[in-house]
């Protein structure tokens, strides 16, 4: 674990994305307490450009787009979270048993394939318009969406882990499935599944995004990025600062996300950090 | 038969199952009886997958393992001599056949009784680098026998470790390093602390040397022995060759393609072999002398695939005496002096005096 910090920060994409995403997190969580209402709407003020009291401007009914950039950070990273948690639970959880058990992957695995043979974009708008839009279901959408993805990942590592020997040694030792798979399988697999987890953040933070763009996310007036996005469409050429700010909010975290994952990913991956033994 | 403190649980509970043919009451001190023991590996053969093949990794094994005693078990590689030691630990289920531990049968009993079986019997793995799970501290490695079957806890369990790590003579106070802090010599004989933490009655050792080199073999080869000693074990002693188990057996089993071909006690393996193929495995063995100029047997051709292993006896594609008799009817094990079983129809060493060689 030391080893696994001291070694992602000597790498400079990984300070560098991290550092982003600190930020990031930072400013979303503080908003309340420095960022102006992003609600109060002032019609004398209406789609001023970046100036000392609108840093980034203003909208079409003058609500200040830093603060709404914010607070909508605040809902993207919630659900973005909050998605690749219930995501990596789910999965590692139903991988590691499909994974160890062939009854459980037999019956599991087929139907997750059928989850996964839809676009996770698609399935998410369906389970959204099925549940109605809100936080909690987008959450439960996305997840249910990425779901397989993650479960896969794991399945596969836990596939590996069981050949293993120090796995039947446990066998032959007597320690029973569930005790096998948590203390000799799990921790063996932990580092792909923080990997996927990373990738989920970023995948959910744009898919959250894009449903709000299509109106399928959280209502208005509540700023997010999505909605900020579609209602500067019709302003684009007259108000250009409207479209950027949200969308460079978007691009920035989503880039930050997975060259973090990617760092991550170098850093864990058994082939960079093993092979001098054996 | 030697004395176990830890009978009364095996015993308590478990049904005595009829043995079948001539075991009952033949020779008291039986461990373990294995009859018709089959593992066959089903894969996709065919066109598009369908239809399968069996690989016939164990085909029809019977044997005994006498209390006390190493059974030294040697056989070229696919020969399904691992098969077979991983069979008598129920650690992969048999497709027929049957296993019995003190007259229990192993492949009969519900997953929670063989569970309490298994502080009866222990292995010690081939690869001393992927037996050992890297993530657990030495210490937490020979202590999860007794975690797992609740024998002691707290101060009482970091002692019977350290005894067990001393016992094995690795140094207690590093029963917090891991594994990768330690040679592979060194990481055996923690697999070994492991096999033993249980006080077990039988041990089977899957090439638990042929990963270490020469000089550590013989070490680790006289841990076990020494440990056979002070506890009492016995053990099923897996090799891929002749040499290795020269020293720690008593008697030796020789497989070729899923068949045990040979069993006997092991200098007249060594002096008298009745196989074909125990003889030419006896002839590769090196000679440490520049003037012994004995003819080697050179097989020829490749081992045959047990997918589809020739009819009558396995051995015959490669056999120098082979017959026709020989692709016709199949061997069977049958003695041919004391203890000495082959499964040949024309044995090169013959019964009590006479020698051919």
New interface residues.
Partial sequence: MRTTVAGLMRRPLAVVSLAVLVAVVLAAVTAPLWAADPNRINVAQRLVGPSASHLLGTDNFGRDILSRVVTGGRISMLIGASVSLVALLLGTVSGLLAGYYRAVDRTLSRFLDGLMAFPSFLLAIALVGALGPSVRSEILALSIAYWPRIMRVVRSSTMQLRE???V?????????GP?ILLR?VL??AMAPIIIQGTFVFAEAVLLDASLSFLGLGVAPPAPTWGNMLADSRTYLSLAPWFSIFPGLAIVVTVLALNMFGDALRDQLDPHSTRGS?? | MQIDQDSVAVQEGLKIIDKPETAQGEQPDHLLDVYGLRKYFPIRDGKLGRGTVNVRAVDDVSFSIFAGETLGLVGESGSGKSTLGRLLVRLMPETSGQVLFEGQDLMSLPERKMRDMRRQMQVVFQDPFGSLNPRFTIGEIVGEPLRVHRISRGKERAARVSELLELVGLDPSRKDRYPHEFSGGQRQRVGIARAIALNPKFIVADEAVSALDVSVQSQVINLLMDLQRELGLTYLFIAHGLDVVRHISDRVAVMYLGKLVEIAPAERIFTTPAHHYTSALLSALPVPDPHNNRERIVLQGEVPSPTNPPSGCRFRTRCVRAEELCSKEEPILHSIGENHEVACHFPLAQPATSEMR
């Fill in positions: 293993e020997q120090y039947e040694a446990a066998r032959a030792v007597g320690v029973r005790s000799h921790p063996n033994v054996g």
